[in-house]
């Protein structure tokens, strides 16, 4: 009943919406397949992230299947101060770049999907396709409340307001980092991000998070679970229950208490490391000289054994999204740890979220090939700190002591190669983003519709003329 009367609405809509283009009428009167898109987002995968990741898994000369796209472009990203709309800031963060990829809207660091300088709340591509009778899906090896999968549902001034304790005051080690004390239902607001998650619309919604849904909501004596449940959500925690759900509720699948295991880890659970000067090359830099932390491998990761792949969750959100579905659907997927592992200085998680990432895009592919009206894209939020550097400084020959600054991590790939990681943008406990652009990639649906390089606000334009919606 649901989908038939959002059909019905986006009729009349579309009966008195602005004249389209020849393309845009074209998508809604020739084709009789459903249309969907598939965008996948790497958190932090730039070139860097990527090019560690293929040597590692692939070696020098080898082929990440994301290589093969035969669309390639690159997506400029773009943010503002949040008191000054004008006034561009050249660093990212997750929620200000899901919400311009969500939304169209450029904003600033830690909104999600609401106006920069302002709590005006953003319509997402996800809200615009439920009236029109897509359906629509989240999958991500984050919490599900994390910014990037939020921004494509929530509204909120701040992103770390994941749940209704963390609406009055969000602190860390007894500093306060901000409040969504405006977005309280108590004060008229939507509620906390897993409080519009579980009220929403959303078909499937796969991902971490538990902690955020395992606790009481601001109003109605309900926990934020017993909220979704209420609102029509099946709830899974398990792999087993994933694959035996059926398609006759929406999903809400939370796999691990926060951020879902990564797949691979350093050797005992080593990460980057500071390289040792002697007291020599203290004194001076032209003294002396400076040991390397010793090289490891990586190894899987025990954790990852309790929780669905990011292919598995993929699988079912594409099976659950397309039964019975002559309409089409949106639906976004996100490999999360590519980012969060770099902030911890651990190139081995990267790597492996990488890969999973590769997976994703394989069972993407491989169910164009069923709807061809499928398109793909492959991009990343922004880029992130990891760089690929000399295993053994180029200069190691010279008299002076010359090695990498930061923390590095030097690692022995499975082929038996050597590589390097350097992190270096922070002396704090965590790394921080950078500000390059990053790759965007498409399947054959994104040739003459994606262009080599674009903003990257234009994602969500290019999404809604695929599947079209009324230009704007």
């Known amino acids: 009943m649901k989908y038939r009367v959002a059909q019905v609405t986006f009729l009349l809509f579309t009966l008195v919406a602005p004249v389209m283009s020849a393309q845009d009428t074209d998508v809604l009167l020739s084709d009789t397949q459903p249309r969907n898109v598939i965008l996948i987002i790497g958190d932090g995968m730039d070139d860097h992230q990527l090019t560690i990741a293929r040597n590692y898994l692939k070696g020098p000369q080898g082929t990440l299947l994301l290589d093969t796209l035969p669309v390639r472009g690159v997506s400029q990203i773009l943010t503002v101060q949040d008191d000054d709309a004008e006034t561009p800031v050249f660093v990212a963060d997750s929620a200000n770049t899901a919400t311009s990829m969500a939304t169209g809207v450029v904003t600033s660091r830690g909104r999600i999907a609401t106006a920069a300088g302002t709590d005006k709340p953003l319509p997402s591509i996800i809200d615009e396709l439920e009236l029109a009778g897509f359906r629509t899906g989240l999958v991500t090896t984050s919490s599900v409340t994390d910014a990037t999968p939020s921004a494509f549902v929530a509204k909120i001034n701040f992103r770390l307001c994941e749940n209704p304790s963390l609406m009055e ?27 519009q998650l579980a009220a929403s619309s959303v078909d499937v919604i796969l991902g971490g998070g538990t902690e955020h849904f395992d606790m009481p909501a601001e109003e109605g004596g309900l926990s934020v679970k017993d909220q979704a449940q209420a609102n029509g959500f099946q709830w899974l925690t398990t792999a087993e229950q994933l694959a035996a759900a059926g398609n006759d509720k929406r999903l809400l699948g939370l796999f691990s208490s926060g951020t879902m295991p990564v797949r691979l880890r350093g050797e005992n659970g080593r990460e980057a490391e500071e390289p040792s000067p002697s007291l020599l090359n203290r004194i001076s830099d032209y003294l002396g000289d400076v040991e390397l932390p010793e090289p490891m491998v990586c190894e899987p990761n025990p954790e990852y054994a309790s929780v669905p ?13 397309a039964a019975g579905n002559s309409r089409g659907f949106f639906l ?32 993407a592919l491989d169910f164009a090939k069923q709807q061809p009206r499928t398109l793909i894209i492959v991009t990343a939020d922004h880029s992130q700190a990891a760089q690929l550097v000399s295993f053994d400084s180029m200069f190691k020959d010279y008299t002076i002591p010359a090695y990498t600054p930061g923390k590095v991590a030097r690692i022995r790939t499975p082929q038996g190669h050597e590589l390097a990681v350097n992190y270096a943008t922070s002396n704090f406990f965590m790394e921080e983003h950078t500000g390059a652009q990053v790759p965007l990639y498409a399947n054959s649906e994104g040739v003459k519709l994606i262009p080599n390089y674009l903003h990257q606000p234009q994602i969500y334009h290019i999404t809604r003329q695929y599947l079209g919606l009324p230009t704007k």
């Open 169 to 195: 005051e969000v602190t860390f080690y007894g500093l306060n980092l901000g409040s969504c004390k405006q977005h309280m239902k108590s004060s008229g607001g939507r509620g906390s991000i897993a409080e």
């Open 309 to 321: 792949s990011l292919k598995r969750m993929t699988d079912a959100a594409l099976s659950h999204l």
């Open 332 to 363: 976004m997927i996100e490999s999360a740890s590519i980012d969060k592992q770099s902030h911890e200085r651990k190139p081995c998680g990267s790597i492996g979220e990488v890969e999973q990432l590769d997976e994703a895009l394989q069972s």
